[in-house]
Every structure is written in C-alpha cells, then in structure tokens.
C-alpha cells in the first residue's frame, strides 16, 4: 500500500540502491502514461533520488535507455514502450526529437 500511495503523489524522492524506490518509478511511470502528466511521451517522471553525492539525483527527469547495472532503478522503456513494436518506437522517438527543435 505504501507503495501505491507513493507512486500516486505529485514528487517523488527515493533512494538510489532501493528497489522500493525502483518500483515506485514504475508505477509513476504507468500512471504518469495513464494520465498524459506532464513530459509522459518522453519517459520523464517528477522524481528524484536521495544521493550524498547528487550524482544519481535527476535520473528519473530525463529518458535513459536501459544500462548496466539495472536492479536500482527503473528504466522509461517499463512504461513508454513496452506494448509496441521497435518501428513505432523509432517513428515517435523522431516526432519528439523534431518537435524539440
């Protein structure tokens, strides 16, 4: 329950090596798609990660593909695309990336 109360709020913040965290981001992100919340078409979440170092902060704010090491966090690909083939992934990724310019 914790969990799903978390992932229904405005901000998140979690922590880094959480996979409590980690499945939060996958529910916001679900939601985030749901509910066309601001930056959704781009995998982008208003959440961010407690870090001493600030380094693993703004992970969830910008579109990361899926990397090494992978338990700690979730990755956009979890929502945004994983209902649609790699073409349809293509194309949109070149709308977006022409509608940023």
Same mark, same amino acid.
Request: net charge positive.
């Given at each position: 329950i914790d969990q799903l109360i978390?992932?229904?709020?405005?901000i998140f913040f979690g922590t880094w090596f959480s996979t409590l965290s980690g499945y939060?981001?996958?529910?916001?992100?679900?939601a985030s798609r749901k509910d066309k919340v601001d930056g959704y078409?781009?995998? /982008? =979440?208003?959440s961010y990660y407690f870090n001493p170092s600030d380094r693993e902060?703004?992970?969830m704010v910008v579109y990361k593909p899926? /990397? =090494?090491p992978i338990y700690m966090r979730e990755f956009p690909t979890a929502?945004?695309?994983i209902d649609r083939g790699i073409e349809d992934i293509h194309n949109e990724d070149m709308r977006i990336e022409?509608?940023?310019q």
């Open positions: 978390a992932s229904r709020g405005r939060i981001n996958r529910m916001k992100g679900y078409l781009e995998g /982008k =979440l208003n902060k703004y992970q899926v /990397k =090494l929502w945004r695309d022409a509608h940023q």
